[in-house]
């Protein structure tokens, strides 16, 4: 059981590290000065989120956060790859928070009443943070949504874009039927599920148009969950793991 | 004889850094105080916000404090099983925010008062006519909103 547990941890931990890490490059960048404010903050809480999840594998016998965080090499990685492209324009970047930011809030939820406390405890606590992002998420996507006709086609292009890859964070795992059993979460396409109901009714309140399964359009991008990565995670990593491979031990 | 009351009443002087006209004590930050029979404290502290950077400097703090008044051993931990919430900020720490120029946050519960994220009142004038403009200001805890009466923009302590 520890096993499946560890997992689970370990992908939501490499989840938010690498979102947190992308998001953290519009530092400075964004196309408004409260977008940057906002990016960044929301970097923070993810890698906050994320270092907590380290902390509480180290306490199930894995080796400190920032050795987990800084010398794995990509295959070592279960984020999904959905978290790993580049930012992109502002309009994938955003549309990938708020997918992004919905699917952990349904995880999240979930956890919260799953039967590991530790887990259920972060997850009440997380989730009060995360109201603010989904809030900036939904926020943002009605106004660019019922815009201009540029910015309808933009949001378009980057759901058609960013929803397969999403379909990723749900990825079944040879573990996903023992947290089952165990009653810590549900099932991944239950999960699934009540993300697509969450996230359907916020874009009927726009033109847009969520890309649909059954129309058989959307290629979930799966692997990442076992440790198969696009070509993009390895530089992210080599980037934000280069002070730290420089010296170890350094302290600031 | 000492007791937590005197040790709460110690660590008044312990500031939030980026907000020092609050405590952690009224911040609702100090969580447990373990008074053993050697002479030591423990002190169990909760942590804001998950990114801020600002609770370590804080736990360093309270420790110094402790040391200082001639307490051995003193032992400070992060309790992150506990969920801070802003309802924990006393009415000593709201007035506090005030001062500072920051908008206390309303009572909140976030399984029922979505709204209440987007509420505030004017620090400068009092009017609750007033728009978030952005979720996210310059630090993790803080949103900005602006008032439609006397048009200022101002800072809030999130509701959490």
Not at chain 1, 9 to 33: C, F, K, Q, Y
Not at chain 1, 87 to 100: A, C, K, N, T
Not at chain 1, 175 to 188: K, M, R, S, Y
Request: charged fraction near 20%; aromatic fraction near 8%; include cysteine.
């Amino acid at each position: 059981m520890q096993e499946a547990l560890k997992s689970l941890l370990l992908s939501l931990a490499d989840d938010l590290l690498v979102i947190g890490h992308r998001n953290s490059e519009w530092t400075g960048m964004g196309p408004v000065l409260e977008e940057d404010i906002a990016f960044a903050s929301m970097a923070q809480d993810k890698i906050g989120h994320a270092l907590a999840f380290y902390e509480l594998l180290h306490s199930l016998g894995e080796p400190e956060p920032d050795i987990l965080a800084f010398t794995r090499q990509a295959a070592d990685f279960r984020s999904c790859q959905l978290v790993e492209y580049p930012i992109g324009e502002y309009d994938f970047s955003l549309v990938r928070h708020f997918l992004f930011d919905y699917a952990y809030t349904t995880r999240l939820e979930a956890l919260k009443s799953g039967s590991y406390a530790p887990l259920a405890a972060l997850s009440e606590r997380f989730l009060r943070e995360l109201k603010y992002h989904t809030l900036h998420a939904r926020t943002w996507v009605a106004q660019l949504g019922n815009a201009t006709e540029e910015a309808r086609l933009r949001m378009q292009s980057a759901l058609n874009e960013a929803l397969p890859m999403a379909y990723g964070i749900f990825e079944e795992t040879p573990h996903t039927a023992g947290l089952v059993a165990e009653g810590i979460q549900p099932h991944e396409q239950e999960l699934r599920d009540r993300w697509l109901a969450g996230i359907s009714a916020l874009i009927a309140g726009t033109p847009l148009k969520l890309p649909q399964p059954t129309a058989g359009d959307i290629r979930p991008y799966l692997g990442g969950r076992q440790g198969r990565h696009s070509e993009h995670l390895q530089p992210l990593l080599t980037e934000m793991t280069e002070v730290f491979a420089i010296d170890p031990a350094a302290a600031w | 004889m000492v007791t937590e009351a005197h040790i709460r009443n110690l660590l008044r002087v312990v500031k939030d850094p980026e907000i020092p006209t609050v405590s952690l004590v009224d911040m609702g930050v100090v969580h447990r105080i373990d008074l053993p029979a050697n002479g030591g404290v423990h002190v169990e502290l909760i942590p804001t916000f998950s990114g801020c950077p600002a609770m370590s400097v804080m736990a360093l703090e309270v420790e110094q404090v402790l040391r200082k008044a001639g307490f051995a051993p003193v032992t400070v931990a992060m309790n992150k099983q506990v969920a801070w919430h802003s309802n924990m900020i006393s009415e000593e720490g709201r007035k506090g925010l005030l001062e500072h120029g920051l908008s206390p946050p309303p009572h909140y519960d976030p399984n029922t008062q979505d709204y209440a994220l987007e509420a505030a009142t004017c620090p400068h004038c009092g009017s609750t006519r007033t728009v978030l403009k952005n979720p996210f200001g310059p630090t993790l805890c803080r949103a900005i909103h602006q008032c439609l009466d006397c048009q200022e923009t101002f800072e809030q302590f999130k509701p959490v």
